[in-house]
């Protein structure tokens, strides 16, 4: 199979959205996938930064009904197709991390830069953090030579 | 048409950048083969969305998975841990976490004090002068005063932040009575020598776009290439070249439409990483001057590889500390168990480091410590860790053995066509026992730091950042591939300037090592430059 086959495989949505709900069901407060409109907004994304996913993505989708999933299904089928396994969970899990319903609900804003005054430390030091470790003396080990 | 260098360097990163720097600076016409490119900053995935999904294909570690055309594969079947690394100018400091400790004086001397594997032919104190000169070059922040290390010159900047999570580690190593130290880091606290300052975002080992982070292809190279170095991009060295006296003459080398050219050279170093390095070695057999591979009538090229044994404990809280956030790099270290106590199952210790635990998709594809759950649990696991967390990164010093090494694979080879290098590599059962004592160390220092839940992730495949020890220094030409100031001891105008060199792996990242003694084997050279042999 050609890097370009791989690319163009075919990849269920529908039944996609289906499994991720199993996978992600709404519970403690989140949303589930489909809430979150996460397969539906940002699976084009996710397929697009990671074509390589796409083939065992579609041999997963092949190789799971979604009237009979079950998270604890989801368990051996890694052990049957690693590599389809790896491609349904990485999907799902980006596409759902990539919502800002999502996002906001677990409070992260993503990687962002930060400042800070590199003269902090001064603080502490002052306040004395390090004294138990100073007043303790050398640890480091005489060596000849 | 060809021309001859002074000296001919082999790999553009941590050591082949800053010799070729201290070289250039001192007058001799360098010229440098690098298989990789100049790294675009602006390709580094840390600020994009995809970041997460990035780190596992096109910026993974593993060249093997990354497999981009300047890679070469490396046959990892029989290894317990896998080698990685990065081929660009920089080297694999562009995807390293920056941490910056030195060597203590033990770690020379395990042989005298710990009866185990062997003394190095140098000495701590040989190495301080240049450890003091890499710190400013490169720009290292830290805090000096550190208990766990003899006195030494203080660091050029103020140390980066601890964080919530390194702050409380502290206070509950002080209850403990445990050492702990603010980690010195290659990455800038504050504005230094034109490079702006870390912003925190914790992206670090894929790539800082900030250029934080130090990276020959920042602190070195401009300077060396302002200095009159050539470095040559897209050059993949096949083989160095012997002539009639024994002495190297130069590389062959193949650039990217696989055209061969030769490079003459008086000296030629060799700064390709300790797989890379015994690879090219192995390549170059001459069935008249050396037909088990160049410099290696010890029969050790190749041999004694070492990569550092490494577990994760990872811990958290019932609160936010923003745990996806910050250097990584390592916000504190602590050296409690480093040294040998003759109480435990095992000689030597391990460095810790505490790191930042990552995005979203790290908690739940695991990296690292960590469960993957679906279901309604998927969120309760979510919920109760995800930016809860920090993670002590514990590397275990790995004593040398002759049966763990690299050699060539009589079947896979790179784009070029040029066998692979394969890695046969066992973790030893002492290096078990030392790791299984450091986690269980790690579990009591998180729960005394107040998390409420942890999790060990032991000796993790992915993990062989550290290549070391393929060419060992020694004083002995019968057992060891160079000689104390890193010259090969069968040919004498053949250098070895990165950690192939290493006697033996100590307990702490190596980079800061690897520079010195690279500055060190630079200096050497230019004050003996009279006495050294070169072809006719």
């Not at chain 2, 070249?241 to 030629?268: F, K, R, Y």
Request: a negative charge; charged letters at 20%; hydrophobic letters at 40%.
């Amino acid at each position: 199979m050609t890097a370009a086959d791989r690319s163009s495989a075919v990849v269920d949505i529908a039944r996609l959205e289906e499994l991720a709900d199993i996978m992600l069901p709404a519970a403690h407060g989140m949303p589930s996938a489909s809430e979150a409109g996460a397969v539906s907004l940002y699976i084009d994304e996710v397929l697009g930064w990671r074509s390589d996913l796409r083939q065992p993505l579609a041999e997963a989708l092949a190789a799971l009904d979604p009237t009979t999933f079950t998270v604890e299904a989801l368990s051996a089928f890694l052990s049957e197709d690693e590599a389809a396994y790896a491609a349904l969970t990485t999907v799902v899990a980006a596409c759902y991390y990539l919502s800002p319903v999502v996002r906001d609900r677990i409070g992260y804003p993503g990687q962002v830069a930060k400042t800070y005054d590199p003269f902090a430390y001064t603080e502490w030091v002052a306040d004395g953090l390090l004294d138990p470790v100073v007043e303790r003396g050398p640890i480091w080990r005489e060596a000849p030579g | 048409m060809t021309f001859r260098a002074d000296v001919l360097i082999i790999g553009a990163g941590a050591s082949g950048g800053v010799a070729a720097r201290h070289l250039a600076e001192h007058g001799f016409d360098v010229v440098c083969l690098e298989q990789g490119d100049w790294p675009d900053r602006s390709s580094f995935p840390g600020t994009r969305p995809d970041w997460e999904l990035a780190i596992r294909r096109d910026w993974a570690m593993s060249p093997n998975v990354r497999n981009r055309p300047e890679d070469y594969p490396v046959v990892h079947d029989n290894s317990d841990i896998e080698p990685l690394m990065y081929n660009a100018v920089g080297g694999s400091m562009i995807i390293y976490a920056g941490t910056w400790p030195r060597m203590l004086p033990s770690d020379l001397r395990v042989r005298t004090l710990d009866g185990v594997a062997d003394d190095w032919p140098i000495a701590y104190r040989d190495l301080v002068p240049y450890y003091d000169a890499i710190d400013r070059q490169i720009g290292v922040s830290g805090l000096a005063g550190d208990p766990a290390y003899p006195p030494h010159d203080d660091y050029p900047l103020p140390p980066l932040p601890l964080g919530v999570a390194g702050g409380r580690v502290a206070e509950g190593h002080n209850r403990l009575g445990w050492h702990w130290w603010p980690e010195p880091n290659a990455i800038l606290s504050a504005p230094y020598d034109g490079r702006r300052p870390c912003v925190q975002r914790g992206v670090c080992t894929s790539g800082c776009a900030e250029g934080a982070k130090a990276s020959t292809d920042l602190t070195h190279w401009p300077k060396a290439t302002a200095a009159g170095a050539r470095l040559i991009t897209g050059a993949r060295v096949s083989r160095i070249t012997i002539g009639p006296q024994g002495l190297a003459t130069g590389a062959v080398w193949l650039d990217s439409a696989s055209v061969e050219h030769h490079q003459e050279a008086d000296v030629v170093i060799l700064a390709a990483n300790a797989v890379g390095t015994a690879r090219l070695l192995l390549l170059s057999a001459d069935e008249r001057y050396c037909p088990d591979g160049l410099a290696n009538s010890s029969g050790l090229v190749g041999r004694r590889l070492m990569m550092h044994p490494f577990s994760v404990v990872t811990g958290w809280w019932d609160d936010q500390v923003e745990g996806w956030q910050g250097h990584f790099g390592a916000s504190i270290t602590s050296y409690e168990f480093y040294e040998t106590d003759p109480s435990r199952e095992f000689v030597r210790g391990a460095k810790w480091a505490l790191s930042p635990v990552g995005g979203p998709l790290n908690h739940i594809l695991p990296m690292r410590a960590g469960n993957e759950v679906w279901g309604p649990d998927h969120h309760a696991l979510m919920g109760r860790t995800f930016g809860r967390g920090a993670s002590w990164a514990i590397f275990g010093e790995d004593l040398p053995e002759e049966s763990n090494r690299v050699d060539l694979d009589p079947d896979r080879t790179d784009s070029h066509g040029i066998p692979a290098p394969r890695v046969g590599y066992r973790i030893s059962d002492h290096s078990r026992r030392l790791m299984a004592y450091q986690e269980d160390r790690a579990t009591e220092s998180l729960e005394a730091s107040g998390c409420q839940e942890t999790a060990v992730a032991s000796m993790i495949p992915y993990s062989g950042w550290h290549l070391m020890g393929t060419a060992r220094m020694g004083d002995d030409p019968a057992s060891s591939v160079v000689n104390s100031r890193q010259q090969a001891h069968d040919v004498a105008n053949l250098y070895i300037a990165d950690a192939s060199v290493f006697v033996t792996s100590s307990g702490v990242n190596p980079t800061c090592t690897i520079t010195a003694l690279a500055l060190r084997t630079a200096d050497l050279l230019v004050q003996r430059r009279r006495e050294q042999k070169v072809p006719a």
